[in-house]
T-cell receptor, first 110, second 115 residues
């Protein structure tokens, strides 16, 4: 059974720092992997989708990498800003569903 | 840009009542999904639906739940007799093809509160 784990569970950093959020999954036979952002009490905002044949994707200050063989993905956030404060979720595509991790709650203070 | 919409945004109901959560997927999508997120917990898969049939469901999706595509645009989740533990945010998603290779697009969610 696929399990998705995210480390750390929470992170508090000063503005301007570069950050790495980690996601690991137990079964490397995944298709795609997607990173989402979720603000408190709100919905899911898609950040990056990495297809299984890709090793990384970039969007603005965000870069996500995927290493299927080791069951890991990382989300790199450059030059963090207070507006980046949110919970970040990774999810793996497993047959016909997404399996989500528990998230990393990020707080960036001025 | 096309998007998935959900109504209502917030539903409050009494325990034991039936509720119907509504979703309008992206118009040319063929695969539809429901997920839920209990407060403070992870997002969990409930059910996937394709060609007017359930293609996969989780252990959570018991006989109290049902899904339907009553017309060409709506996709609904019905909970027959709500329990306190059904209180959660419910997300609808759709994809153009099987999610093995196609991105799922999520709606904004319906917050269900069971009193």
């Amino acid at each position: 059974k696929q399990e998705v784990t995210q480390i750390p569970a929470a992170l508090s950093v000063p503005e301007g720092e570069n950050l790495v959020l980690n996601c690991s999954f137990t079964d490397s036979a995944i298709y795609n992997l997607q990173w989402f952002r979720q603000d408190p009490g709100k919905g899911l905002t898609s950040l990056l989708l990495i297809q299984s044949s890709q090793r990384e994707q970039t969007s603005g200050r965000l870069n996500a990498s995927l290493d299927k063989s080791s069951g890991r993905s990382t989300l790199y956030i450059a030059a963090s800003q207070p507006g980046d404060s949110a919970t970040y979720l990774c999810a793996v595509y497993n047959t016909d569903k997404l399996i989500f991790g528990t998230g990393t709650r990020l707080q960036v203070f001025p | 840009e096309p998007e998935v919409t959900q109504t209502p945004s917030h539903q409050v109901t009494q325990m034991g009542q039936e509720v119907i959560l509504r979703c309008v997927p992206i118009s040319n999508h063929l695969y539809f999904y429901w997920y839920r997120q209990i407060l403070g917990q992870k997002v969990e898969f409930l059910v996937s639906f394709y060609n007017n049939e359930i293609s996969e469901k989780s252990e959570i999706f018991d006989d109290q739940f049902s899904v339907e595509r009553p017309d060409g645009s709506n996709f609904t989740l019905k909970i027959r007799s709500t329990k306190l533990e059904d209180s959660a945010m419910y997300f609808c998603a759709s994809s153009a093809g099987t999610s093995s290779y196609n991105e799922q697009f999520f709606g904004p969610g319906t917050r269900l509160t069971v009193l």
